[in-house]
């Protein structure tokens, strides 16, 4: 969601700014905004729209620079897109250099009050946002303190998830920062140093983070950073190394991030199976302490896309352990009172490991009565894989899209290499284990062959053109798959899409069938075949216009508007996998022809930091 980049150095540090505010473009913002010291004076400047409209606003101060400055990109809870509402806001005489300017992300859930206390005390607000309680809060505690420990008394007065970086003309060379439930890291460059919401946003500059712990406040100047508790004792923090390159944010000479991370995903798939044979899921899973030989239960918790990777991998697990696996989403579980299950492990998945809700419940799950808590994690330095007791990585690389593609199948490669593994610690036959390692070591050939397959899914794309819904059909394994689907269609074409078991077509959805709704089908051989082949003559018979994707040439002479064939005969591994390809292409092909922004598309982020 929102984005911060903060560099206190040496030199101007103006495009270090813009340059980390394009780098977070992905994470999905309406407005931008930079605030930077100059001649011992806050100069600020915001822009409703894209980081290009706040580069053209700044070049028309063409004498601008600065050594010191905060920068934003907000994604709107509290109050429209704008720029009154855009960051950095401000507190303070900017004439007599009793100004502070921050940027904040998170959700103050007790604003209102804090809104009122500061109005009654002379503040005025011009922003309908949460984060102008907190730079007027600071600065009314500044009055009497330093700025150090205003920042410590504000942060104990407020509710919610936050992130906050600070300029102050009385501190020139410094900038000051501190978290609670959001994510801030530090990054250490020579002769400067920077805060940043991702650290992506800096990987241009460093390779070198603090990561910084809930509580925290730091501050940083071109030489030294220094770290304090909410008591102001200073604190240590590890400093970790970073594997990301600036190579992984660019395009590649393709015309999306979406497009190159599909087209990624053969790769993807060789780096998680790659993990697994060098021991390293192993001896992570051993870190757990966790012997699954007692495990009578697991619980998982996920949020969107991540969710229906989390239904497959149900599936796998009681397949390969015979445990009872149940899947909920995070928002749901961090309320729900359902009563505890003994011998239980819990664990969460998450492309970010930022998502709150997911987040929270695994903060409730620690409390709770479970032999321990593992999280599948794409961001190995992200707060959920800190504070599950172990992290899995899923080794997808950054991805940029807001739309998910290769986390998701990432995700189901972890998924089904774990369960692989912890049938193997439960007495999995060896034969079955071999089996399975050989179906995911053939999948990037398998998927190689998919994505050639690109033209066809193209052509199938163009037979949504005007269309306003979509119903996706899928059974089994592939129910999940159509449910993921159908949030693609729905997140970057605007389509509005809707996945059912074909088994509850007729159940309700089956009303909307008319020869205006297409219905997109995942009919694979198997025992469920003729099932669904029932379920699509009741689609025909209502005039329903039928888009089937089957490894089956014979099944196509139904009289279907159009049939992509997949390689036939996959594994139930293989298969939801295969079948997750060209419906991501067909989404994304659907939202080209539209000419949507594919990469970022409207009113969504990549990491949902609030609930």
């Given at each position: 969601m929102c984005g911060i980049v903060a560099a206190s150095g040496k030199r101007n540090v103006i495009p270090i700014l813009m340059d980390g505010l394009q780098r977070l473009e992905y994470r999905g913002y309406d407005?931008?905004?930079?605030?930077?010291?100059?001649?011992?004076?806050?100069?600020?400047?915001?822009?409703?729209?894209?980081?290009?409209?706040?580069?053209?606003?700044?070049?028309?101060?063409?004498?601008?620079?600065?050594?010191?400055?905060?920068?934003?990109?907000?994604w709107a809870t509290h109050g429209e897109p704008s720029t009154i509402n855009a960051h950095p806001h401000t507190s303070g005489d900017e004439f007599s250099n009793d100004e502070i300017a921050l940027v904040h992300n998170g959700i103050i859930e007790n604003f209102d009050t804090i809104r009122q206390q500061m109005t009654e005390k002379g503040y005025t607000f011009t922003s309908k946002t949460d984060s102008e309680t907190i730079v007027h809060l600071i600065h009314h505690f500044r009055k009497k303190a330093s700025?150090?420990?205003?920042?410590?008394?504000?942060?104990?007065?407020?509710?919610?998830?936050?992130?906050?970086?600070?300029?102050?003309?009385?501190?020139?060379?410094?900038?000051?920062?501190?978290?609670?439930?959001?994510?801030?890291?530090?990054?250490?460059?020579?002769?400067?140093?920077?805060?940043?919401?991702?650290?992506g946003a800096l990987i241009a500059l460093t390779s070198r983070f603090v990561l910084l712990e809930d509580g925290d406040i730091a501050e940083i100047s071109p030489s030294k950073i220094a770290i304090y508790n909410q008591d102001l004792e200073q604190v240590t923090r590890e400093t970790t190394v970073s594997n990301l390159t600036a190579d992984n944010y660019t395009k590649d000479g393709y015309r999306h991030y979406m497009e190159k991370e599909i087209f990624e995903q053969p790769e993807v798939i060789k780096r998680a199976?790659?993990?697994?044979?060098?021991?390293?899921?192993?001896?992570?899973?051993?870190?757990?302490?966790?012997?699954?030989?007692?495990?009578?239960?697991?619980?998982?918790?996920?949020?969107?896309?991540?969710?229906?990777?989390?239904?497959?991998?149900?599936?796998?697990?009681?397949?390969?352990?015979?445990?009872?696996?149940?899947?909920?989403?995070?928002?749901?579980?961090?309320?729900?009172?359902?009563?505890?299950?003994?011998?239980?492990?819990?664990?969460?998945?998450?492309?970010?490991?930022?998502?709150?809700?997911?987040?929270?419940?695994?903060?409730?799950?620690?409390?709770?009565?479970?032999?321990?808590?593992?999280?599948?994690?794409?961001?190995?330095?992200?707060?959920?894989?800190?504070?599950?007791?172990?992290c899995i990585p899923t080794n997808a690389g950054p991805e940029i899209g807001v739309a998910s593609t290769k986390a998701f199948v990432s995700q189901l490669v972890t998924l089904a290499l774990f369960g692989v593994l912890v049938g193997d610690q439960i007495g999995l036959d060896s034969k079955q284990q071999k089996i399975s390692l050989r179906d995911i070591k053939e999948l990037p050939e398998i998927i190689e062959h998919v994505l050639g397959m690109a033209g066809e899914i193209e052509e199938m794309a163009w037979e949504l053109n005007g269309k306003t819904n979509a119903l996706f059909l899928g059974r089994g394994l592939h129910y999940p798959i159509a449910l993921e689907g159908a949030?693609?269609?729905?997140?970057?074409?605007?389509?509005?899409?809707?996945?059912?078991?074909?088994?509850?077509?007729?159940?309700?959805?089956?009303?909307?069938?008319?020869?205006?709704?297409?219905?997109?089908?995942?009919?694979?051989?198997?025992?469920?075949?003729?099932?669904?082949?029932?379920?699509?003559?009741?689609?025909?018979?209502?005039?329903?216009?039928?888009?089937?994707?089957?490894?089956?040439?014979?099944?196509?002479?139904n009289g279907f508007e159009k049939a992509l064939i997949l390689p036939s005969n996959l594994s139930k591994i293989q298969s939801p996998i295969v079948y997750t390809i060209p419906l991501q292409l067909l989404a994304y092909y659907a939202a080209l022809h539209k000419g949507n922004d594919v990469d970022q598309p409207r009113n969504l982020a990549k990491a949902v930091t609030v609930e």
């Open positions: 407005s931008a905004g930079i605030a930077v010291l100059e001649n011992n004076a806050i100069t600020r400047i915001r822009k409703q729209g894209k980081v290009g409209e706040l580069y053209k606003e700044i070049e028309k101060n063409k004498t601008l620079t600065s050594k010191n400055g905060i920068a934003h990109t907000r700025l150090l420990e205003a920042i410590a008394l504000a942060s104990k007065e407020l509710e919610g998830d936050f992130a906050i970086a600070i300029i102050d003309p009385k501190h020139p060379e410094k900038i000051f920062g501190t978290k609670q439930g959001n994510p801030l890291v530090i990054g250490q460059g020579l002769g400067e140093n920077y805060f940043a919401s991702d650290a199976y790659g993990s697994f044979i060098t021991g390293e899921m192993e001896s992570a899973l051993k870190d757990s302490e966790v012997n699954f030989k007692n495990v009578q239960h697991v619980q998982i918790s996920a949020c969107g896309t991540s969710y229906y990777s989390a239904l497959v991998g149900k599936a796998w697990l009681e397949h390969y352990t015979g445990i009872p696996v149940t899947v909920d989403i995070g928002s749901e579980y961090r309320y729900n009172t359902t009563p505890k299950k003994y011998n239980s492990v819990f664990i969460s998945i998450s492309q970010s490991g930022e998502t709150a809700d997911t987040l929270a419940a695994l903060r409730k799950a620690k409390k709770e009565n479970y032999l321990g808590t593992i999280a599948l994690c794409n961001v190995t330095e992200s707060a959920l894989a800190r504070e599950a007791d172990v949030l693609k269609m729905k997140e970057i074409s605007y389509i509005h899409a809707e996945a059912y078991p074909a088994g509850e077509l007729k159940h309700g959805p089956l009303a909307l069938v008319d020869e205006n709704m297409p219905v997109i089908a995942i009919a694979p051989s198997g025992e469920l075949l003729k099932k669904i082949m029932s379920n699509l003559e009741e689609v025909r018979a209502r005039g329903g216009k039928l888009y089937v994707i089957c490894d089956d040439e014979n099944i196509t002479k």
